[in-house]
């Protein structure tokens, strides 16, 4: 079964930039989509950003745009996440997660069925 692994995380400061990586173990993003979620402390999780592996379409969430870019990075065979302009309500565990083996267009807001651990963002005032 493929495993995702969630690497980039860290603390920085209002405005600054953190780009997420993650990457399938033993395999590669052949189809399917792929997505960010995070979890502020506290609060439930939520969708952030999603690609679609065959086509590249995108879909980000309100708190993402402008700000959150998701793309695939052919080289690493990772997905990332380009995070700029980070506020403290940013936040949260970043988790990346997958839905492979099927044919998706756009990436979906659920039914992810492959998740990583999990990477730490803190942002401070």
């Known amino acids: 079964q493929v495993q995702l692994l969630e690497s980039g995380g860290g603390e920085v400061q209002t405005g600054g930039s953190v780009r997420l990586s993650c990457g399938a173990s033993?395999?590669?993003?052949?189809?399917?989509?792929v997505a960010w979620f995070r979890q502020p402390p506290g609060k439930q999780r939520e969708f952030v950003a999603g690609?679609?592996?065959?086509?590249?379409?995108?879909r980000d969430s309100d708190s993402a745009k402008g700000r959150f870019t998701i793309s695939k990075n052919r080289a690493k065979n990772t997905i990332d996440l380009q995070m700029n302009n980070l506020r403290p309500e940013d936040t949260a565990v970043y988790y990346c997660?997958?839905?492979?083996?099927?044919?998706?267009?756009?990436?979906?807001?659920?039914?992810?069925?492959?998740w990583g651990q999990g990477t730490q963002v803190t942002v401070s005032s």
């Open positions: 997660a997958a839905r492979l083996g099927a044919f998706i267009t756009m990436p979906p807001f659920s039914g992810y069925d492959t």
């Open positions: 033993g395999s590669t993003f052949r189809n399917g989509a």
């Open positions: 690609i679609a592996i065959i086509g590249g379409n995108t």
